[in-house]
């Protein structure tokens, strides 16, 4: 079974240290460049925009607005690393912000009850996805496509087209507006799950079977993977993690509304699949995806406080999505291209560079 360095482009200690300086900081651009990009703009418009950008208040509504989309993407993710992508992260969060309110303000229950609710029901989501995409054998993008199309349809025949509106306790509504160390306590969660995703990526067995998954399911299967299982794992595990963020959401907004969730879609998505171009160029990762996500918030940010037009986000995140796919895209060649080219590079050494004796011996050839 292949490594987890294997499924990755950044480069080993061994090659660093063969490079000159330059050179090596040439090649560990890839890597960080996504992070160092990110730290340019904020200077950047801390310096063209003195009086709004680098204030306390403003990385306050910067991290409340975007904590939700980073979990989204997160939960994106964790499909992603198996080679499947999950577009019920942004139709779930339409239906489970607006029944973790209407649990409470039309059904009466208490608001643990309802947010035990929404999160079971987004993990029975997650396992529907998965049974779809590896007992039906459906494309994931088809398969959740049509049961987000269809989560959609509920939230809007659940609430008539009209807004859910009533009391909601303190209790739940403090699950964002509190503040944690001067910022949204929101952000603590997102670095709680940050944290918790990157130890079962990198240094846990699940991580691995995910990544063989994503990078040859068959070879995967062949060296004992039980593919399907971690598949729906991976499925389930996304439908939690966005049904907290409809709980968190709806503890943010107080209101159920059908036409906020799609918002989330496409920044989850690209964050997602920006992560995949950054700390470990070549596939899905956690601290890849949080970078993905804060360069959109602070680009986005800025551009609207230097007077950009309503449409400036949209535009920024397909704009920036397409530009990820083929960054990706590129990465996964170059990673390939290597292995391809192996054998041809091999035997035109073996024919031009000079044979000691030992290496013509019958030993050494047969280990060729």
Same mark, same amino acid.
């Given at each position: 079974?292949?490594?987890?360095?294997?499924?990755?482009?950044?480069?080993? =200690?061994?090659?660093?240290?063969? #490079? *000159?300086?330059?050179?090596?900081? &040439?090649?560990?651009?890839?890597? %960080? $460049? !996504? +992070? /160092?990009?990110?730290?340019?703009?904020?200077?950047?418009?801390?310096?063209?925009?003195?009086?709004?950008?680098?204030?306390?208040?403003?990385?306050?509504?910067?991290?409340?607005?975007?904590?939700?989309?980073?979990?989204?993407?997160?939960?994106?993710?964790?499909?992603?690393?198996?080679?499947?992508?999950?577009?019920?992260?942004?139709?779930?969060?339409?239906?489970?912000?607006?029944?973790?309110?209407?649990?409470?303000?039309?059904?009466?229950?208490?608001?643990?009850?309802?947010?035990?609710?929404?999160?079971?029901?987004?993990?029975?989501?997650?396992?529907?996805?998965?049974?779809?995409?590896?007992?039906?054998?459906?494309?994931?993008?088809?398969?959740?496509?049509?049961?987000?199309?269809?989560?959609?349809?509920?939230?809007?025949?659940?609430?008539?087209? =009209?807004?859910?509106?009533?009391? #909601? *306790?303190?209790?739940?509504?403090? &699950?964002?507006?509190?503040?944690? %160390? $001067? !910022? +949204? /306590?929101?952000?603590?969660?997102?670095?709680?799950?940050?944290?918790?995703?990157?130890?079962?990526?990198?240094?846990?067995?699940?991580?691995?079977?995910?990544?063989?998954?994503?990078?040859?399911?068959?070879?995967?299967?062949?060296?004992?993977?039980?593919?399907?299982?971690?598949?729906?794992?991976?499925?389930?595990?996304?439908?939690?993690?966005?049904?907290?963020?409809?709980?968190?959401?709806?503890?943010?907004?107080?209101?159920?509304?059908?036409?906020?969730?799609?918002?989330?879609?496409?920044?989850?998505?690209?964050?997602?699949?920006?992560?995949?171009?950054?700390?470990?160029?070549?596939?899905?990762?956690?601290?890849?995806?949080?970078?993905?996500?804060?360069?959109?918030?602070?680009?986005?940010?800025?551009?609207?406080?230097?007077?950009?037009?309503?449409?400036?986000?949209?535009?920024?995140?397909?704009?920036?999505?397409?530009?990820?796919?083929?960054?990706?895209?590129?990465?996964?060649?170059?990673?390939?291209?290597?292995?391809?080219?192996?054998?041809?590079?091999?035997?035109?050494?073996?024919?031009?560079?000079?044979?000691?004796?030992?290496?013509?011996?019958?030993?050494?050839?047969?280990?060729?």
């Amino acid at each position: 079974m292949q490594s987890l360095k294997s499924n990755a482009l950044e480069p080993t =200690r061994r090659e660093l240290a063969a #490079l *000159p300086p330059f050179s090596r900081v &040439l090649r560990l651009l890839p890597v %960080f $460049g !996504l +992070p /160092i990009l990110t730290f340019v703009l904020i200077a950047v418009f801390s310096v063209v925009l003195p009086d709004t950008f680098p204030t306390l208040l403003n990385a306050r509504s910067i991290i409340g607005d975007k904590s939700i989309i980073a979990m989204l993407a997160l939960a994106a993710m964790i499909p992603m690393a198996t080679g499947r992508i999950d577009l019920t992260v942004g139709y779930g969060i339409v239906m489970w912000h607006i029944l973790a309110i209407s649990l409470q303000t039309t059904y009466g229950l208490d608001w643990w009850a309802a947010v035990l609710i929404v999160l079971t029901l987004g993990a029975l989501l997650g396992l529907v996805n998965g049974l779809l995409v590896e007992v039906a054998q459906i494309d994931s993008f088809i398969a959740t496509l049509g049961t987000g199309t269809v989560l959609y349809a509920l939230a809007m025949w659940h609430t008539g087209g =009209r807004q859910v509106i009533g009391s #909601l *306790p303190d209790a739940f509504t403090s &699950l964002f507006s509190t503040s944690l %160390f $001067g !910022l +949204p /306590i929101a952000a603590t969660y997102v670095v709680v799950l940050a944290v918790v995703l990157w130890v079962a990526a990198d240094y846990l067995p699940i991580g691995r079977y995910f990544y063989a998954i994503g990078a040859n399911p068959r070879a995967a299967a062949l060296n004992g993977i039980p593919t399907r299982r971690y598949v729906m794992l991976a499925f389930v595990s996304s439908g939690l993690l966005t049904a907290f963020a409809g709980v968190v959401l709806a503890a943010k907004l107080r209101i159920g509304q059908a036409s906020v969730g799609l918002d989330y879609l496409l920044p989850a998505l690209v964050g997602a699949f920006l992560g995949s171009t950054t700390i470990k160029p070549g596939r899905v990762n956690v601290w890849g995806t949080i970078f993905g996500v804060s360069i959109l918030a602070v680009g986005i940010a800025g551009i609207q406080q230097m007077g950009g037009d309503f449409y400036v986000e949209p535009l920024f995140n397909g704009a920036t999505l397409l530009i990820a796919i083929g960054i990706a895209g590129y990465t996964q060649r170059r990673r390939r291209s290597p292995r391809r080219r192996a054998p041809a590079t091999a035997n035109a050494g073996a024919h031009t560079a000079t044979q000691t004796p030992e290496e013509n011996s019958p030993s050494k050839t047969s280990n060729s």
